[in-house]
Structures are given as C-alpha cells and as structure tokens.
C-alpha cells in the first residue's frame, strides 16, 4: 500500500500506521481479524469519500468526471486479504473468456478478437446469408447489480457462506460522502 496515497475519511494515510506500527500494530491486527471472523462490524470504518476528478479540460456532464474513492486504511486492509484469499480461485471460477482482472490475462486479447471477427464479417458479406455483430455497452454494470444476485452467484460458485457474508458485509456497509471543495457532503 502507498504510504502517501489521499486517506479516507479518517484522515490518516498508509504511511501512519507504517511509521507508527509498534504503537498501533496490535490494535489494527485486532480490528482486522474481528472483521475477517465476523466478529467486528464494518460500518464505522467503511465510509468512504468520493472525489470528482476531471477526465479533461472544461468538463460539462457528469461523463467528464472520474470518481475516485477514498477509503480508510482499515478497509483498505480487509479487502486486500479477502482479495488474496481469493485470487487462488479466480482461474476457477472466471470463464476464459473474461480477459481482465485476471493474472496472465490480457484485455488487449479481446480487442484482438473483436478485430478479426469484424475482418471475418467483412470477408462473410457474399451470399444469401447475413450475418451481423452486436456491441453491448455495459458500462457501469457494477452499479445495476442487486445484492441478492451477488450473495446468490457467490454461493453458487462455491464459495463458503462465511466468506460470502463477509463480502456481502464489506459491499453492502459502506457508506459515501462526496467531497465538495475539501468538505464531505451528507452521507448515503
């Protein structure tokens, strides 16, 4: 974790508790491990500032900024192990098909396929059969999945119901704010 990186709601960059770990470090370990054994609740640490950064010059639609969240060190640290717990199953439960966000996967790959399928349609465009491609947007997908879906599919994949439930905590807990000129908004 960068040391310098913009802190979350509670004010304190990685770099204080790298500095200050001999004070600190039995206490953060505690919460930590609460957290992961379902014991601690998230709520109080799982807020989270959103940050609206201009993609360009003269931004005039919401399109034109980039959000940027801002999460405590805390829950930085809790979803860092449960994303290592699972990193050793990704290969397992991701279809070959999805080329990002997987180690040795390339999203280059698929627009490599996208290319020669069009080069294929072109060369198709002979004979009494049609033939046609479809583009699907599914831009911000993440933001139309129901949480019942997400508990069910992870569930399904086989993954324990302990570890279900803690993800489905880490998810569904959280709580934004928006930072507007250096002061947060209302939380929703």
Not at 125 to 136: D, N, Q, S, T, Y
Not at 148 to 161: N, R
Request: proline share 6%.
């Amino acid at each position: 974790m960068h040391p310098l990186k913009a802190p979350g709601p509670d004010g304190l960059p990685a770099m204080f508790y790298q500095k200050y770990w001999h004070i600190v470090g039995d206490d953060v370990q505690n919460l930590v491990l609460g957290i992961l054994n379902n014991n601690g609740q998230t709520p109080d640490i799982n807020k989270t500032f959103l940050v609206l950064i201009p993609k360009g010059k003269n931004p005039s639609s919401q399109k034109d900024f980039r959000p940027i969240s801002l999460c405590n060190v805390i829950m930085k640290i809790v979803t860092k192990v449960i994303a290592n717990r699972l990193k050793h199953t990704l290969n397992d439960v991701i279809d070959i098909e999805q080329s990002a966000f997987v180690k040795g996967r390339l999203i280059t790959d698929n627009a490599l396929i996208a290319m020669e399928c069009f080069h294929w349609l072109k060369k198709k465009r002979k004979g009494k059969k049609g033939v046609m491609a479809l583009k699907l947007d599914m831009s911000k997908a993440y933001d139309r999945i129901e949480w019942p879906f997400v508990k069910q599919t992870l569930t399904s994949m086989g993954y324990p119901q302990k570890m279900v439930e803690l993800i489905f905590r880490c998810i569904s807990t959280v709580t934004y704010q928006i930072l507007i000129n250096g002061q947060p908004s209302s939380s929703f």
